[in-house]
C-alpha cells in the first residue's frame, strides 16, 4: 500500500514513469518545475504545487476504454458533454488514482488535478497554479505562449483569465464543445478577478 505523506517528488516521478512516454514524462516534470516557480511567486505551498504539477497527467495515455472503465468502477458518470471529450477524462482518472491508489487525502491538491483542464468557477490559488503551469511549461511553444508566460509573472489571475478565453476561442474556433466548468470559470473570472 503506497502511503503519500512521506513521499518526495522523486518517488511520484518514479509512480508516473512507467504510465507516460517520454515526452510526456518531461511535460510532467516541466510543469511541476512551473508549478514550484508560481507557487513561490504567489504564496502557494510549493510541496503540493510540485505533486500535483508532477501527477497531474498520470493517466493521460492510459488507453481511452481503460479510462472509461476505471471512472464507471468508481460511480463517476460522464455528463454528454464529457462523453464527447474523451481528451478531458484523464483528469478524473488521475484524480481516482491519487485518491484511491496513491492515498492522497489532500482536497485541495485533489482537486487541482480534477480540474486542471477545464478550470472552474472559485479556483483555489493552488488550481490557479497548475491550470497556468499546464499552459506555459518549457516544453509548450504553441503561438501565444510567450505573451502568458509574461502575463503569469505580472498577475496568476490575468494568467488564468487569458489562459481561459485561449482555450474557449481554441475549441469555439474548431465547432467543438466547451465544457460548462470552463464557462463557469470564465464568467467566475471577469467578475472576480480585479483586472
Request: net charge negative.
Amino acid at each position: 500500500c503506497i502511503r503519500s505523506k512521506s513521499m518526495n517528488s522523486k518517488q511520484y516521478k518514479e509512480i508516473i514513469r512507467p504510465f507516460l512516454s517520454d515526452k510526456r514524462f518531461r511535460h510532467s516534470v516541466y510543469v511541476a518545475e512551473e508549478c514550484i516557480a508560481l507557487a513561490s511567486r504567489y504564496g502557494v505551498d510549493e510541496k503540493k504545487a510540485e505533486t500535483v504539477g508532477i501527477l497531474h497527467d498520470i493517466m493521460k495515455e492510459l488507453p481511452k476504454e481503460e479510462q472509461l472503465k476505471m471512472m464507471e468502477d468508481s460511480g463517476i458518470i460522464l455528463t454528454d458533454e464529457e462523453r464527447d471529450v474523451p481528451k478531458l477524462w484523464h483528469a478524473k482518472c488521475g484524480y481516482l488514482y491519487m485518491k484511491q491508489v496513491l492515498h492522497i487525502e489532500d482536497e485541495e491538491m485533489l482537486n487541482a488535478v480534477l480540474y486542471h483542464t477545464t478550470a472552474r468557477a472559485h479556483m483555489t490559488q493552488l488550481d490557479k497554479v497548475l491550470f497556468v503551469a499546464d499552459f506555459i511549461s518549457m516544453d509548450r511553444d504553441y503561438e501565444g505562449v510567450e505573451k502568458l508566460r509574461d502575463l503569469a509573472r505580472e498577475s496568476l489571475d490575468k494568467a488564468v483569465l487569458e489562459g481561459l478565453i485561449f482555450s474557449i476561442q481554441d475549441l469555439t474556433s474548431a465547432h467543438k464543445t466547451v465544457h460548462p466548468d470552463s464557462v463557469a470559470a470564465y464568467n467566475w473570472a471577469i467578475k472576480q478577478f480585479d483586472l
